[in-house]
């Protein structure tokens, strides 16, 4: 079975600096995508960033970008410029890569809350 | 286009009520899941649908939970006889056969049993 640590419960910053959510996850697959999802207060769960464990490049997706680092098992996102609107918790999530008809479920963290200060 | 809707978006039961949890996917999403999200966790998995398959049930922590997706687009989450551990929000998601690592999650449905 797959296990997602976020060893951050809370995290704040500053608008505009960066900030750094950390996540471990432990598996023996070795294909794999690797999520951060976003669930702002009271408001549904978006994707922010994903990775493919196969890719040896970091994802980047605007102010977002990913520290995957495949021998280590952790998957940190790193918030560039924080913005007021990024104040949500953040969760890590874990996917195997298979074949049709498989369950691709997705197995995650406990989450991180980042509080974005003005 | 329409997102994922879940419905209703809040339902208070008292212990020992049935409860039914609607998800209405995007239209075209071959596949379903449902997930519970105790409060101040991550969400957890329940069960998996493709088209009309339940295809995983594993997460089900109970017998007192029914999932059901008859024609292969809504799906419903059925508790029985509901505790006070069953509080919690439900969560719907649904992705294209093709695009499995990219599912978009409705809104939740907030359950308080009482």
């Known amino acids: 079975a797959q296990t997602v640590t976020q060893s951050q419960p809370e995290m704040s910053v500053q608008e505009a600096e960066t900030v750094t959510l950390s996540c471990t996850y432990d598996?023996?697959?070795?294909?794999?995508?690797l999520f951060w999802y976003k669930q702002p207060p009271s408001r549904q769960m978006i994707l922010v960033i994903r990775?493919?464990?196969?890719?040896?490049q970091n994802a980047t997706e605007n102010r977002f970008s990913v520290n995957f680092q495949k021998a280590a098992k952790s998957f940190s996102l790193k918030i560039s410029d924080s913005q007021l609107g990024d104040t949500a918790m953040y969760f890590c999530?874990?996917?195997?890569?298979?074949?049709?008809?498989?369950?691709?479920?997705?197995?995650f963290g406990k989450g991180t809350l980042l509080t974005v200060n003005p | 286009g329409a997102g994922v809707s879940q419905s209703p978006r809040y339902k208070v039961a008292k212990r020992g009520q049935d409860v039914a949890l609607r998800c209405d996917p995007i239209?075209?999403?071959?596949?379903l899941f449902w997930y519970q999200q105790a409060l101040g966790q991550g969400p957890e998995f329940l069960t998996y649908?493709?088209?009309?398959?339940?295809?995983?049930k594993s997460g089900l922590p109970s017998d007192r939970f029914f999932a059901e997706r008859p024609e292969g687009s809504v799906s419903t989450l059925k508790i029985q006889r509901t505790q006070q551990e069953d509080s919690a929000v439900y969560l719907c998601?649904?992705?294209?056969?093709?695009?499995?690592?990219?599912?978009?999650f409705g809104p939740g449905t907030r359950l308080t049993v009482t």
């Open positions: 239209s075209g999403h071959v596949s």
């Open positions: 998601a649904s992705s294209l056969a093709g695009v499995v690592y990219e599912q978009y």
């Open positions: 999530a874990f996917m195997k890569q298979m074949g049709g008809g498989s369950n691709y479920k997705l197995t």
């Open positions: 990775q493919e464990a196969y890719k040896q």
């Open positions: 598996t023996s697959e070795s294909n794999y995508y």
């Open positions: 649908f493709q088209n009309e398959a339940q295809l995983d």
